[in-house]
């Protein structure tokens, strides 16, 4: 599996110390039965690129990013890799996905929300420490920053149309105070549109629109972004 992650290593321009030290650093979240999932086809998400795939492409790019910004600025990489390694994991493939939800509801707004429930929820360790699970949840809410994120008034997470709501109910309440208060951070009607609070979230963000935009290269990839379906994704495909 360690060979895997070499592979999408060796596409960009790192020294073998900088790759053992990203390996190092991701590995724990890559080898999550639940990452591995989003590895395979089942979780196509931009063109023809796996869910997996995007998430390491973004990772390698935050890692230059930070590497790059941290000689004028302290950046914890770490923090920072965590949120990339988490920040699209929604629970069901979005594509073809068949849902109507309400126009705000839509994957497109909703999925971050939805990815902080699943990493705090699978990955409780890295968010026992309160500062850390700020950065990391704050990073993972606002990725899609100059796009809005979903949000409701008072807690009601439970009028989001979430996929995995029941696992929200689950969570420590401490936990859920904190997704909650980033995703009303800024909050307009049914709307959250702010970027994140920290450093280690805004080079994320940034290192997703770079990744994204080299990765729609076709009509059916850009098309499928405004409508949720695209006709070259074929079920077992
Ligand atoms: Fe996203
Ligand atoms: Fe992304």
């Known amino acids: 599996m360690m060979d895997n992650i070499y592979y999408y290593f060796n596409q960009y321009n790192l020294s073998d110390i900088e790759k053992e030290e990203l390996a190092t650093l991701i590995y724990p979240i890559f080898i999550h039965p639940e990452f591995q999932k ?20 973004d990772t390698i790019t935050t890692y ?13 990489l770490d923090l920072a890799l965590k949120i990339s390694m988490l920040h699209d994991l929604y629970t069901f493939p979005w594509q073809n996905s068949q849902e109507k939800t309400s126009f705000f509801h839509k994957h497109g707004f909703r999925h971050p929300v939805e990815a902080c429930i699943n990493a705090t929820y699978w990955f409780p ?3 026992k420490d309160v500062k850390s699970a700020e950065i990391i949840i704050d990073g993972i809410m606002h990725h899609m920053f ?3 994120v979903s949000s409701v008034k008072n807690n009601e997470l439970d009028k989001m149309e979430l996929n ?10 401490d936990i ?19 970027r994140s609070l920290y450093y280690e979230g805004r080079i994320m963000s940034k290192a997703d629109k770079k990744v994204a935009l080299s990765e729609i290269k076709n009509f059916s990839s850009a098309k499928a972004l405004l409508t949720g379906k695209n006709k070259k994704i074929k ?3």
């Open 38 to 57: 989003r590895m395979t086809r089942e979780y196509m998400h931009h063109g023809t690129i796996t869910l997996g795939e995007h998430i390491i492409k």
């Open 235 to 237: 079920k077992g495909n």
């Open 164 to 173: 995995n709501f029941d696992n929200f109910t689950k969570l420590d309440k």
């Open 125 to 127: 360790e890295y968010f």
């Open 176 to 194: 859920q105070y904190i997704i909650i208060k980033s995703m009303k951070r800024k909050r307009f009607a049914k709307i959250s549109f702010s």
């Open 64 to 76: 230059i990013l930070c590497r790059k910004k941290s000689k004028k600025r302290i950046i914890n």
């Open 146 to 148: 100059p796009l809005p």
